[in-house]
């Protein structure tokens, strides 16, 4: 699913790169509070007269406890089965005949619902939002059928596809102490107990307006959209939602390993090293400092490991950095790769190659040409996030249901460009070290037997 | 991204970037709209602001699109957007995987290593020379069109150097020996790692059946055998005559005056080799219908069934078009979704639809399924058809899409990105500047009957093409369908 993967991309970029009004006019943004607690950020781009709307819920996977995997994202396919004043899939008719998009997805940190519509119909969005906030039915029949839907999307997604197979278990370890080692959809052993009682619980514990955030950018002003916010969640009233603990992770968990005997015809590596993010960062810069660590090693075809290791030595056919700064708690700096077996280069050597990267970064600093390359791209990406209303809002309701500010956004700049390269080797000699870290090795299931 | 790094991520596949990322932070159903019941009673409006919509069409963003010919012979789009400080640059050559001719991926592979090379510079230089900009280079090559694309800043300390490294790019690819050593390597990996995926190898063999010798039989990305035997100087004979300046498109969206724009493009169009709109394609033969297994050991089975459709020109393209947006376009509330998945939960996403080319395209439906219920749902998903193409879409239906497209509108051309892509796709399939309007139009005035007419016109429920690829087990029964109630649960937890 195309679409898919742009927005999953997308919020990639997001994650590293949120957008900043800079060498164009800044877009007007407004925040206020309804009285029962729901947050709303309006920002506004009037260049065509369309309007996206995200609502975003402060649940995700991280949340969820063992025995009862996958019921943010459960609950999340329900929404779409009926309230008060909806029947089963009748939100998405609707909307459907408007000419809207929308959809919704689930992460560690959040569930989020979105639309996509032409301005005049914004009303229309936030009712029925609002609707299934306050009065979602959850019929047992429908989750008897979905439930079935979303094993299918297990199958799809996970089980028949080996790369994500492999991170899914690569993650169960790398996270040993936080709610982040629990897959999104949940574990197959626990999709087939769910019951809808327990959605109805975790309705109840989490759908409340004071832990929403409701986000809209496009064609509209805010007193508009704080009319329309108060009347359709206005009345919807505050309720106490349980503490949500911040998920941290041990600062040095052990050296761990797992060799995966897979359906899949390549090798494949994964290392990841546990590190802060920024909402449990005790120094941000260091954080920033990892955020361009990523950018160094994958940001872009020049950067050092397309450059050094898919070309100069072809040792992968593939390798990629990333890491996500903006989360709830602790986060994870993960590297990949695809050994280049046509030149006959194996995982271990794969393994040595991002060894070798990681203690360049360690022994010395990027050079002012690197950091010139990397801040021209933070610039320039600056401007074209804003050419979709959908990543600007992306952006914006991430950071707030992680606990961080939108106006981090306006920060963003000053922050990368506080770094020096000190800072840099700094950040590589504190985190990438083995007492931090998991590796995966991803085998051929023929190979099991060699 | 997946434009970008075409090469690297599109057809290498390398999962451990971007399926990981997406697993990591998206686990949601499938893209778009939903759920549609055979019949929407014209009950009363619950929902207040549904009242409160008067009813029109929504306005949308006025695209003012000129155009212009290049002095070598290329056709330009450009629509003025002053409001960022940036532009989209979009050139689409008639170069893809169908003018291969016998040499299986050529076109893919000339496309990959554009930015390999070019006179005084490396793949190094090159790339660290765009990203230095904050500019992005992009390449694709499918079976119609390649395309080059660019994304700059519009300031001339950005735009004019990104410009002429562009021009050297397109223009210039010396092709160096060492680099499409490795890019073939690449591609051999790729190939390696389409073996994993089922649904991948379903789609290659069901492109040969329908298409057995014509130039659309073959995947873009050529095969194991025939990529390692493509030599340098078949690359640059093939870009001296498809990357022609009479064989391309120039669509261009940002932030230029008109004459900075024709500026611009004179630039890009004089940097390409001299030459020619290379002849079109012929149409394929009617294939053999019938249905053919992979044996796959996957927990799913994916199932594609097909037939040749229409080509970009076709006079019933609208009416196809909102036909098949009735019966399985665009997600949640088609018929497929509705019988498939809402009623009977036998799939995460099913899906049809028309790719209309520059000859004829094939009409697809997809979908996966549990192993177990593979032929069940085969066979209801050939009787949902069946029915579609004998009584065609109910009045309700047929308002309801018309609406849907209507309203959707405004959505198309929201952004740059959005309408870079339009003009590429209207020059290059010779539509006219108001194709836009024209074709809302038209499907505003189509009737029920025509719609079933052009339906089944151009498909017959006994001539499909059939490729499924999963595990061979018992089959089972289907479940039986539930009805979405007409009438609203009681007992709603109240808050």
Redesign the interface.
């Known amino acids: 699913?195309?679409?898919?993967?742009?927005?999953?991309?997308a919020?990639?970029?997001a994650a590293l790169f949120p957008l900043l009004g800079f060498?164009?006019e800044p877009q007007p943004t407004h925040e206020f509070s309804l009285d029962n607690g729901l947050k709303v950020i309006v920002r506004e781009d009037h260049?065509?007269?369309?309007v996206v709307s995200q609502l975003w819920y402060k649940v995700g996977s991280s949340y969820e406890t063992p025995g009862q995997t996958g019921l943010s994202?459960a609950l999340?396919?329900l929404m779409?089965k009926?309230?008060?004043?909806?029947?089963?899939?009748?939100?998405?008719?609707?909307?459907?005949?408007?000419?809207?998009?929308?959809?919704?997805?689930?992460?560690?940190d959040y569930t989020a619902y979105y639309q996509?519509?032409?301005?005049?119909?914004l009303?229309?969005a936030?009712?029925?939002e609002a609707d299934r906030l306050?009065?979602?039915?959850?019929?047992a029949?429908e989750f008897a059928?979905?439930?079935?839907?979303i094993k299918?999307?297990r199958?799809?997604?996970?089980?028949?596809?080996?790369?994500?197979q492999?991170?899914?278990r690569f993650?169960a370890m790398a996270y040993p102490a936080s709610g982040y080692h629990t897959?999104?959809?949940g574990w197959m052993a626990d999709l087939q107990r769910m019951t809808v009682e327990e959605l109805?619980a975790w309705y109840?514990a989490w759908y409340a307006p004071n832990n929403a955030t409701l986000v809209i950018v496009g064609d509209v002003s805010a007193s508009e959209v704080k009319a329309l916010a108060k009347r359709?969640f206005g009345a919807?009233?505050k309720?106490d939602v349980p503490p949500a603990k911040i998920p941290r992770e041990l600062a040095a968990p052990g050296e761990r390993r797992i060799t995966l005997y897979l359906?899949?015809?390549?090798p494949?590596?994964?290392m990841g090293f546990n590190v802060p993010g920024l909402a449990t960062a005790e120094n941000p810069r260091q954080v920033h400092a990892l955020r361009l660590i990523g950018t160094l090693l994958d940001?872009?075809?020049?950067a050092r490991l397309?450059?050094r290791l898919e070309?100069g030595e072809?040792l992968v056919?593939?390798a990629?950095a990333?890491y996500?700064a903006y989360v709830r708690g602790d986060s994870l700096f993960?590297l990949?790769?695809?050994p280049?077996?046509?030149?006959g280069k194996t995982l271990e050597q794969a393994e040595a190659g991002l060894w070798r990267e990681l203690e360049a970064l360690k022994n010395a600093p990027p050079s002012a040409?690197e950091l010139?390359?990397v801040r021209?791209?933070?610039?320039?990406?600056l401007?074209?996030e804003?050419?979709?209303?959908t990543s600007q809002a992306t952006t914006i309701g991430q950071l707030e249901t992680v606990g961080l500010s939108w106006k981090l956004i306006d920060q963003e700049l000053a922050e990368l460009e506080a770094v020096t390269p000190d800072d840099i080797q700094q950040a590589a000699r504190t985190f990438f070290n083995r007492d931090r870290l998991s590796v995966a090795h991803v085998l051929p299931e023929e190979s099991r037997d060699e | 991204?997946?434009e970008r790094?075409g090469l690297?991520y599109g057809l290498?596949g390398?999962?451990?970037?971007?399926?990981?990322?997406?697993?990591?932070?998206?686990?949601?159903?499938?893209?778009?709209?939903?759920?549609?019941?055979e019949s929407?009673p014209a009950k009363p409006a619950?929902?207040?602001?549904?009242a409160?919509?008067n009813g029109q069409a929504?306005?949308?963003?006025n695209l003012k699109i000129q155009s212009w010919q290049t002095a070598e012979g290329a056709k330009v789009l450009f629509v003025e957007?002053p409001?960022?400080?940036?532009f989209d640059l979009r050139l689409t050559f008639a170069a893809g995987s169908s003018q291969d001719g016998e040499v299986q991926g050529l076109a893919m592979l000339t496309n990959a290593m554009l930015?390999e090379g070019v006179p005084g510079k490396d793949?190094?230089a090159i790339?660290?020379g765009?990203?230095?900009?904050?500019?992005?280079f992009g390449n694709g090559a499918y079976r119609d069109m390649a395309v080059a694309s660019l994304?700059?800043?519009t300031?001339p300390e950005?735009r004019e150097p990104a410009l002429r490294l562009f021009s050297e790019v397109i223009g210039q690819p010396t092709f160096p020996e060492d680099?499409l050593a490795?890019i073939k390597?690449?591609m051999?990996?790729g190939f390696?790692?389409q073996?994993?995926s089922?649904g991948k190898l379903a789609s290659l063999e069901l492109f040969e059946r329908l298409y057995g010798n014509h130039p659309y039989a073959h995947s873009s990305d050529g095969t194991a055998t025939s990529i390692p035997q493509i030599g340098r100087e078949q690359l640059q004979a093939f870009h001296a005559k498809a990357y022609a300046a009479g064989n391309v498109v120039i669509a261009l969206v940002g932030d230029l005056s008109r004459s900075e724009a024709e500026a611009l493009v004179a630039q890009v169009s004089g940097a390409l080799p001299k030459g020619p709109a290379l002849a079109k394609i012929a149409q394929p033969q009617e294939p053999e219908a019938g249905a053919h297994h992979i044996d796959f050991?996957?927990?799913?089975t994916h199932l594609l069934i097909a037939q040749l459709g229409i080509d970009r020109r076709d006079p019933d393209y609208a009416a196809l078009y909102l036909g098949n947006q009735i019966f399985g376009g665009?997600g949640?509330?088609t018929r497929l979704m509705e019988e498939v998945?809402?009623?009977?939960?036998?799939?995460?996403?099913v899906y049809s639809g028309f790719s209309a080319m520059q000859a004829r395209g094939p009409f697809m439906i997809n979908l996966?399924?549990?192993a177990e219920l593979s032929e069940g749902t085969l066979q209801l998903v050939k009787d949902l058809l069946r029915d579609y193409l004998a009584s065609g879409p109910t009045q309700e239906e047929l308002d309801?899409a018309k609406?849907?497209?209507?309203?959707?509108?405004?959505?198309s051309?929201?952004?740059?990105?959005a309408i870079v892509g339009q003009l590429g796709s209207m020059g290059f399939y010779d539509l006219p500047l108001d194709y836009l309007e024209v074709f809302m139009q038209q499907v505003q005035a189509l009737t029920a009957e025509q719609v079933k007419t052009a339906m089944a016109k151009h498909l017959d429920p006994e001539a499909l093409v059939i490729v499924s690829a999963g595990p061979s087990v018992e089959q089972q029964e289907l479940p039986p369908p539930?009805d979405?109630?007409?009438e609203?649960?009681a007992g709603?937890?109240?808050?």
């Open positions: 699913m195309t679409m898919l993967a742009q927005r999953a991309a919020l990639v970029f060498a164009a260049r065509a007269p369309v994202h999340e396919h779409f009926g309230s008060r004043k909806l029947g089963p899939g009748e939100a998405s008719r609707i909307l459907r005949e408007l000419g809207a998009e929308e959809n919704a997805f689930t992460s560690d996509v519509l032409a301005r005049d119909r009303g229309v936030l009712e029925l306050a009065s979602l039915t959850l019929p029949d059928r979905e439930i079935e839907v299918e999307e199958r799809l997604r996970t089980d028949d596809k080996p790369s994500s492999a991170f899914e993650k897959p999104t959809i109805r109840q359709y919807i009233p309720r359906k899949t015809q390549l494949s590596l994964l940001g872009g075809y020049s397309p450059t070309r072809e056919s593939g990629s990333w996500s993960v990949s790769a695809t280049n077996t046509q030149m040409d010139a390359r021209a791209q933070v610039i320039a990406d401007v074209y804003r050419d979709s209303i | 991204m997946s790094n690297r290498l390398l999962a451990l970037l971007v399926l990981l990322a997406i697993l990591a932070l998206v686990a949601n159903r499938p893209d778009v709209p939903v759920n549609q019941a929407l619950k929902l207040e602001s549904l409160e919509l929504p306005t949308h963003r957007a409001q960022l400080p940036m930015n793949v190094g790339a660290a765009f990203e230095s900009l904050g500019a992005e994304r700059s800043l300031a950005q680099a490795r390597n690449q051999l990996a390696e790692y073996k994993q089922p050991p996957s927990n799913q665009g949640f509330g998945r809402e009623k009977r939960g036998l799939t995460y996403g996966q399924t549990r309801n609406r849907e497209m209507a309203g959707s509108f405004p959505l051309t929201a952004s740059n990105a539930t979405t109630p007409a609203q649960p709603v937890p109240e808050h």
